[in-house]
């Protein structure tokens, strides 16, 4: 675990640590998309990462998918958000506000404005979905207009513009796990045949699209983004073939000077080394199911500049220093990772508790 503790440069900060929190969705927000009133002291108990990036918020009531998530377009929200990034700074951390728009993974139950959910394509996901009363077939998507893709592309920007008022270090784009960015990306989920679907390049154009709008507003140095190649969350099915879109989109990516790059990676070692030659810029890895022996093999064989972990960042806090220390983790529990209060939030016990 040589290198798990330097210190690392993110476009115009330098982390203290190259252990980033990947992004978790808690389901804790008021029901106005504003942070709850805990979300200061849950981030701030885990501000020795060296990277937060905080759970998915929608930039519009559209991009909501899943129930009490928050959003980045409201005064209320940046004013919510302001108390977590300044949290997160009093104790020493660094946060970046992750951009989910849903697109069809969403259920009208669940959104403010109960309209249906939109999409590439009028495809539904073939998923459920937790809504006030119990699971749901998620419904069947509209197909957004071409105008309409515009104008997503500007919530993107604005959320930008107010997740950095409200005083984060950057924002991560949302490209994986099956939401808007990669259902484009995706060809069974993208059946378009304008400029946005067909081919590879315009499948990918609507992330470099948003990724260009959101650079523009807030500066490369201040984006990442996240994909999951293969992943086949919600519904997609990308294959092996799958990959070339991620080839081009990496290759288009990597010219802008992004602030760095997040992969969720599923096991496909050549895949990762890949993307290694075609990224220039700095690379978060995350494997789910990671084994704690396995976390700095991606930092010692030079894939990886930061290595994100979910589960083991929302059960410990002090996760940095129960490895400093070789202590034994808290075990998560399953039941309390969606909506409640403190109890699996903020309750999760400090080593010297
Ligand atoms: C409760 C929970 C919520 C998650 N929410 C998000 C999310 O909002 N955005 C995202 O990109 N990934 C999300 N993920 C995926 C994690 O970022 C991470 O990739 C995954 O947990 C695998 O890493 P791990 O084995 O270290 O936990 C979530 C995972 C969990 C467990």
């Known amino acids: ?31 106005d998309g504003t942070p709850g009133e805990l979300a200061a002291e849950y981030y701030g108990q885990r501000a020795s990462f060296g990277l937060i990036i905080s759970e998915g918020t929608q930039p519009s009531d559209d991009g909501q998918g899943y129930l009490n998530t928050p959003g980045i377009y409201t005064p209320s929200h940046i004013e919510g958000w302001k108390k977590i990034t300044s949290r997160v700074h009093n104790e020493g951390g660094r946060i970046f506000i992750q951009l989910m728009h849903a697109g069809r993974v969403s259920h009208p139950d669940n959104t403010p404005h109960h309209r249906q959910a939109v999409a590439p394509s009028a495809i539904a996901p073939g998923v ?31 959320a930008a513009a107010a997740a950095i008022e409200a005083g984060a270090d950057g924002v991560e784009i949302h490209g994986a796990n099956g939401y808007l960015i990669q259902q484009f990306i995706s060809e069974n989920s993208n059946h378009r045949t304008d400029l946005y679907g067909g081919s590879i390049e315009n499948r990918a154009r609507f992330a470099i699209e948003v990724t260009k709008a959101v ?44 602030a760095y790059l997040h992969i ?61 220390q070789n202590a034994h983790l808290n075990e998560v529990d399953q039941n309390t990772l969606y909506g409640g209060d403190e109890k699996g ?9």
């Open 1 to 31: 675990m040589k290198n798990l503790f330097e210190e690392v440069r993110i476009g115009d900060v330098t982390l203290k640590n190259r252990l980033g929190m990947a992004p978790m969705t808690r389901s804790r927000a008021l029901p």
């Open 128 to 158: 459920e979905m937790f809504t006030a009363e119990g699971m749901k077939d998620i419904p069947t998507p509209r197909e957004l207009g071409q105008n309409e893709i515009k104008e997503v592309i500007q919530e993107f920007r604005t």
């Open 215 to 258: 650079i523009d507003e807030i500066g490369a140095d201040k984006t990442g983004i996240r994909f999951s190649p293969q992943g086949t969350l919600n519904g997609i099915m990308e294959g092996e073939s799958g990959n070339d879109a991620y080839r081009y989109l990496i290759g288009e990516l990597n010219k802008l000077g992004l």
């Open 345 to 353: 939030y903020t309750d999760y016990p400090f080593l010297n508790q």
């Open 264 to 324: 969720m990676n599923f096991g496909n070692e050549p895949f990762l080394q890949e993307i290694r030659q075609l990224w220039t810029h700095p690379l978060l890895v995350n494997r789910p199911g990671r084994s704690l022996d396995n976390l700095s093999v991606d930092l010692d064989n030079g894939v990886a500049d930061v290595v994100t972990v979910g589960v083991w960042a929302l059960a410990n806090p002090d996760f940095i220093e129960r490895l400093k």
